[in-house]
Structure formats: C-alpha cells, structure tokens
C-alpha cells in the first residue's frame, strides 16, 4: 500500500513540474525558383526507373548493373545501412520493460560431518522508465531518422557511382576515338614523309622540308603514346570500381556513341527535395538533430522508474516457487536541480541544431546550382558541337587543296602539315565535344537525383 502511495505521489510531482517537450519539425524556408533558368524537355522519371537504360547502350546498362553489385564502396554504405538500423532497434528497446530472471542453488555441508543441506532460489524482475515527456521517443525518433538517412547515403552512393561508371565508359570511347584519328594522322604524315624524301632525292625540294616531315611524324608519335597512356588509366581506374584489380578488363565501347542523346527528364526546383538522396538524407539528420534537442531538454527532467520482482526459495528445486514473494517499487530522480549544466547543454544541442540548417539550406543551393550549370553547359555544348562540325567540314576541305597544291609544288610542305594538325584537331574537338554532351547529361541527370528509389518515409 505504501509503494502504491509514494508511486501515485511520485507521478503527481512529476507531471507537475512540466508538459510535453516534443518540438514539431518545420522545413527551414528556402528561396526557390518557379521554373529553371533554360527550359528542359522530356517527361518527369519515375522514382526507381532504370534511367540510365534512356541511353539506349545495352553494355552501358549491363555495365552498370555489374558495378552496382560489385563495387566495394557500395557495400560498405549498405553495411553502414544495417549498422543505423541495428542502433535503431535498440532506440526502440528503450521503450519496452527490461526484464531479467535468475537461477541459484548451493549446498552446504558442516565440518563436524552433520548432513548435507541444500537451497535454491529463483526470481524475475521487471524494470521500466515511463517516458513522461517524451525522452525516450526522441531518442528512438533521432536513431530512427539517422537510419533513413543512412539509407538515403547508399542510395546517394550508388547514383555517384552510376555517373562515375558511365563517366568512364564514355572517356574510353573518345580515347578509342582519339587512337583511331591519332594513328590515322601518323599513317599519313609517315606517306607525306615518303613523298617528300622521293621529291628531295629528285631536287624539286630543299632538305628543310625533309625536317619539317619528320618533326610532324615525330609529334604525331608522341601524341599517340600520352593518348594510349590515358586509356591505360581509364581502364585501369574503370576495373578498380568492380572490387578488382587493375590489371582485369571491362567492357568498353570502340567508339562514343552516335545515337541521340535521350531527352532531360522534366521537374520544377522545388522537386529536387524529393529526388536527390543526399537532400533528403539532410533533411532527415535535420530532423534528427532537432530530436536531439528535445532529448537534451527532457533528460532534465524528472524521470519515473517503475521496478517488479517476483522470486522465492526452497530446498527443493520443485517447490522454489511455491510460496512467492512479490514486491513493487518507484524510483524518481530529479537531475533539473543541476539548472546550469542544463541551460549549457540546451544551448549546444541548439547550436548544433542551426549548424544543420544552415548545411541543408547550403546543401540545397548548391543541388540548385549544379542543376542550373548542368542546364546552362548543355546548351552551350550543342551550339558548339554545330559549330565544330562546321569547322571540321572546312579543314578537311582545306586538307584537301593544300594537298592538290604541295604536290603540283605551289607550296611547300609545311603548309599541307598544318592543314593535316588543323584537320586532326578539328576531329578531336568534334570527338571531345560529343564527350562533353554525355558527360554533362548525366551530371544533369545526377543533379536531379537520377531515378534512385526512395525509402520508407520516417515521421
């Protein structure tokens, strides 16, 4: 009867002393444009749509699925995954009664050689902390959150390393491209070399333009050799994102493309927050941290422990629980007697809770921002990809009469050289330009947050 009364008591004094400390979330207000600054085309991409098949290359795709099960970074976010919802769990548990149970038995026996004796005994208790403001649910609610989040960062992971891999795909193909103009340039300076050398033994040209031959096929080599090289690093940083060594292969494309590029998946600025992972992942540790603050603030408050126990003993194993005895007990600790240690602690939670504003308002200029540069360099790419098809068409045009006027001798040979540079570069820019438009559309499709699939709401 007493522990009932100091219990009711307990309990009238706590919930005297305060209320509710929950703090309702409200998304931080961000300044967002209606539209985008360049208009997009395409229709909006469904959540968890394969969009990287929108290439239409079926060994990108096949490519990509490979890499999104192979890859050692990737396992490790889902490893992280599985460790934020353990911790999770046990946030919940935090919530439930601890109940623990024990087994004892011992025999005695006197020196003087009197019979032996012997005694068991058996309990269970029962703990639990009534979460009067909330503490404990802020706890679950931040590990919970935390969870999600961590969620959210494979998920982001795996998008970075879906650009990464197509990123690579794509520079090998404009280096086979490069390789192939490259070693065409060779042929062809090595031809215009075999033709000076047979115009100079017959005296119709001076031994400078011999020089001038062998100085192109030089530079033509040395061209040649760096491109190699930086295919051998594209090949070999392409194999290290599948959990292998340098040294094994993947596919890759003998060429860039030439299909036309898919059409920008549509959107409005404000539906970056629910498509890019890393936002919602900010938002969600935003959440997190403002249930922290509600934790720090009640841990102050008083707590209410409830305590149970159920046990008896015997000598004899088979009657220990015949007669049970029973008891039932409180416990209130008041920890807001320590004021200041609470008002600073209060603070940093604070604090940290406006540090993470001010990291998702960040977070989200900046997803903005890269959206808008992504939009602004694909125009720019086009009109100049027009542009430099133009100028390729001229230099093979203007090839082709410096040619026609080095071999019937109006000019010497260092002119039709530089027609064959300026024909060769022009190829190359036209190859590097179609680079460019792969690359930036899927750092616009990164930018929007791709396809990737959405986790389970939290709260």
Sequence with gaps: MNNAKFVLSALALSLALG?????????PQVELAAN??????????VAGERWWDSFNDPALSALIDQVLLANNDLA???????????????????????????????????????????????????????????????????????AAATEYDRQAAALSLVATTAQLYWQL??????????????????????????????????????????????????ALTQLRQQRFEARTALAVLFNQGPEQRQSEPASLPASSLPAVPAGLPADLLGRRPDL????????????????VATSFYPTLSLTGALGGSSDALKTVLDNPIASLGAGLALPFIQWQQRDLNISVAENQYQQAVAGFRQSLYGALKEVEDSLSARARYQAQGQALNEALDAAKAAERIAEVRYRTGATGVQDYLDQQDSRRSAELAVAQNRFNQLGNLMTLYRALGGGAEKAPAQG
């Design 173 to 222: 193909g404009y280096l086979n491209d490069a390789i192939k103009v490259a070693e065409a340039a060779l042929a062809n300076t090595q031809k215009t070399l075999s033709l000076v050398e047979v115009r100079l033994a017959a005296g119709a040209v001076s031994p400078l333009e011999r020089y001038q031959a062998r100085q192109s096929v030089a530079s033509q080599q040395a």
């Design 19 to 27: 209320g509710c400390a929950r703090s309702d979330y409200q998304r």
């Design 76 to 146: 490790v976010a889902a490893l992280k995954v599985r460790q934020a919802q353990l911790q999770s769990g046990i946030a919940d548990l935090n919530l439930t009664p601890d109940v623990s149970a024990g087994l004892s038995a011992s025999r005695q026996k006197p020196l003087d050689g009197g019979d032996a004796s012997s005694s068991y005994s058996a309990n269970v208790s029962l703990s639990y902390e009534l979460d009067l403001w909330g503490r404990l649910a802020s706890v679950r609610d931040a590990a919970a959150w935390e």
């Design 280 to 295: 919602q992942a900010a938002e969600l540790r935003l959440k997190s941290s403002l249930a922290n603050v509600d934790q």
């Design 36 to 45: 985008w600054s360049q208009p997009l085309s395409g229709k909006a991409m």
